[in-house]
Structure formats: structure tokens, C-alpha cells
């Protein structure tokens, strides 16, 4: 059964699965969430994850309706209903085959209008949506975009998403695969649903925490392997021409593990293919994934 809802505690079905009209989730963008994914059938850095929806909730000032042991039982109880059923799929790397991608949303609930809409807790377990295995050897493409984030706080994963969604059909529409936030001086942030980083001359650098990004559980687990692998690590301002005349390209997140990019805006970065600091990183993330896949 590759997709389980779980409802306030109750594992349904797709269909099945209801949230009022009234919920300022649904009206607002009123919610936080998170999105975790499974090695081997296990949750992979639950505790960084629960970590960061307490800390969203905090931001937002939305009181969680389960705590983080509740979070966790019913996260891995979605997960156990969801595994199994998943038609074969050719072009998908192995580590990501019959995985899982979980997201748990934490709404509001009602507001003035209807005060009796309690805050609704949901996890959605589905079969993994990750990059083919020929994005790992090739490299994809990115695009740099100029969209107003003034109202949002980045450090917050909420369901108000409208300017991610927007840089997102402009990216596709480029036939690129992300799209980089970048502000009116040229400095990027983030991608829409990943964080950045760039090699030069054998040295990782990535923006900082406090430059308009959510900081990243991927992220963070690539700075610790680059220090136990010996790269150099800059965590520093990066404008649009840098990422543009950067060796190696690439980006993080919970899904793609590190994606090497080939291209940015339609030029090829370094030689147009992986480099070896990406493919050290991700040979050491693997490692790494392996391990939690075994239960390690």
C-alpha cells in the first residue's frame, strides 16, 4: 500500500482523508511541517527533523497537538502501513527503491469563524519521488530566480508556500529541475526545496544560517561529513556569479541526498558533470545511509 494517510491517529486511506474547510491550515497556510524520508523501511534523522517542527512551531507560535514522542510512534506507524506494493521502477537509484517520504503537518485549526475546528495532525506516507538514478551520474540543472520573499521567514517550514511554488514553475518552465532564490543584489539563499553548496579550488562553501534559508538536516549532515572527509568549509555570502564560475555545483535535501548540477541557467558548471568533492561527499553520505538502512 505505497500511500497511508494518518488522520489525528487514525492510519485511512487516501480518499479518505478529510481536513475542514474551516482549518486556517487549508484558508492561510496556517501550518508547519516537516518531510523525512526511510532507509531500508527506517525514518532517517527523526530526532533533527522532530527538532526543527518544534522549533517552527515556536517560530509560528502553534501549539503541537502531539508531542515528539507522540509524533514519533505515529510517524513510524504510517510508515509500517505504507511499505510494500511498489511497481517496479527502472530509472530509480537503488538506495531509493521501495523508500518512503513522510510529511507531517501541524495546522492551526479554526479561527474567529469557526472556533470549534480542532487543530489537525496529519502524516502522509507515499512512495519516495527522488531524482533517476542517471541525475546522480549526469548532473541537472538549476536556474537562478529573482522572487519576493519579504514576507516570508525562511527559518519557518509552513504550508505558506506561494513564492517556492511560483520559482519552482519558473525552473520547470526552463526545463531546468530547481529554481535558486536570489535576492535583487544577486546573492542566493536557498533552492526551493533544497539548500545550496559550491567547490572552488577543492573548498565547500554554502551560505550561512541568518541569509535567508531554512537550515537544512541534509545540509548540516554534508558540513559535519566535510570536516571528517578533510574539506575545507566556507559558510559565506554566495553571489549568483559564483555559483557560475564554481568547479562543482550542487544541492541538498531530505529527497536527493547531494544532486550534483551540471548546469545553471543554461551553462554548463565546471566540466558539466559531477566533480570528485561532490562524489566524495555523496560516497560518504551513502555510507552513512547505508548504515541507517541496517538499522546502525
Not at 546522480?136 to 538549476?142: I, K, Q, T
Not at 553548496?197 to 565547500?204: D, I, K, M, N
Amino acid at each position: 500500500m505505497p500511500t497511508v494517510v494518518n488522520l489525528d491517529g487514525r492510519l485511512v486511506e487516501p480518499a479518505e482523508a478529510r481536513v475542514s474547510v474551516f482549518d486556517r491550515g487549508f484558508l492561510q497556510g496556517d501550518s508547519i511541517y516537516e518531510v523525512l524520508r526511510t532507509y531500508g523501511g527506517h525514518l532517517f534523522e527523526p530526532a533533527a527533523h522532530l527538532a526543527r517542527l518544534a522549533r517552527s512551531a515556536a517560530r509560528a507560535r502553534l501549539d503541537l497537538p502531539w508531542s515528539a514522542e507522540r509524533c514519533l510512534e505515529e510517524l513510524a506507524r504510517t510508515v509500517k502501513a505504507s511499505l510494500g506494493g511498489d511497481p517496479a521502477d527502472a530509472e530509480a537509484a537503488p538506495w531509493n527503491v521501495g523508500e518512503r517520504s513522510v510529511r507531517v503537518v501541524m495546522t492551526r485549526g479554526g479561527g474567529e469563524a469557526a472556533p470549534d475546528v480542532p487543530p489537525a495532525a496529519v502524516v502522509i506516507a507515499e512512495r519516495l519521488a527522488a531524482p533517476p538514478h542517471r541525475a546522480y551520474r549526469d548532473g541537472v540543472a538549476l536556474v537562478a530566480v529573482e522572487v519576493d520573499r519579504s514576507a516570508d521567514d525562511p527559518t519557518v517550514k509552513t504550508g505558506a508556500r506561494l513564492g517556492h511554488a511560483h520559482a519552482l514553475r519558473l525552473a520547470r518552465a526552463a526545463g531546468a529541475h530547481e529554481a535558486l532564490f536570489a535576492d535583487a543584489r544577486g546573492l542566493i539563499s536557498e533552492g526551493t526545496s533544497s539548500n545550496v553548496f559550491l567547490v572552488r579550488r577543492g573548498q565547500l562553501a554554502t551560505p550561512p544560517i541568518g541569509s535567508g534559508l531554512l537550515e537544512g538536516v541534509t545540509r548540516g549532515l554534508v558540513l559535519r561529513l566535510a570536516h571528517q572527509e578533510g574539506i575545507p568549509v566556507a559558510e559565506a555570502p554566495l553571489h549568483r556569479a559564483d555559483l557560475a564560475s564554481a568547479d562543482e555545483l550542487f544541492v541538498t535535501s531530505t529527497g536527493r541526498e547531494i544532486l550534483p548540477a551540471a548546469s545553471l541557467d543554461g551553462r554548463a558548471v565546471g566540466g558539466g558533470r559531477p566533480g570528485p568533492v561532490t562524489q566524495q561527499l555523496h560516497a560518504a553520505f551513502r555510507r552513512l545511509a547505508d548504515a541507517a538502512a541496517r538499522g546502525g
